[in-house]
């Protein structure tokens, strides 16, 4: 079992930046394919972003590509997500997820095993 807690969320200016963390409790976080989602008023939790736990892929939903960024640091058990020129619509709350040995790099909620509590992130336009 693993437990996650997002943080670094906050108030920005669109085109600014903000990088999220994600801290994993265990020894096994090297063995969980971890994403990222995020869930706005109103709106369904969405796909963000993934990464691989073992050949390190990583995917992107179209409207992120190009701007956000996700990395591990098994080393420390942490997941991160680098997001640059923030728009209006990233406004939501997100969420990390893991899961535990999945192939490729899952954009459905079904396909993780284990959810963080999410940080809110707002961008004023």
């Known amino acids: 079992q693993v437990q996650l807690v997002e943080s670094g969320g906050g108030l920005v200016q669109a085109g600014g930046s903000l990088r999220l963390s994600c801290a994993a409790s265990?020894?096994?976080?090297?063995?969980?394919?971890m994403g990222w989602f995020r869930q706005a008023p109103g709106k369904e939790r969405e796909f963000v972003a993934a990464i691989n736990w073992s050949t390190g892929l990583t995917n992107y939903a179209e409207s992120v590509k190009g701007r956000f960024t996700i990395s591990r640091n098994n080393a420390q058990n942490t997941l991160y997500l680098q997001m640059n020129s923030l728009i209006s619509q990233d406004t939501a709350v997100y969420y990390c997820?893991?899961?535990?040995?999945?192939?490729?790099?899952?954009?459905?909620?079904?396909?993780?095993?284990?959810w963080g509590q999410g940080t809110q992130v707002t961008v004023s336009s």
């Open positions: 265990g020894r096994t976080f090297r063995r969980y394919t």
């Open positions: 997820a893991a899961g535990e040995g999945r192939a490729g790099t899952p954009v459905r909620r079904l396909q993780y095993d284990y």
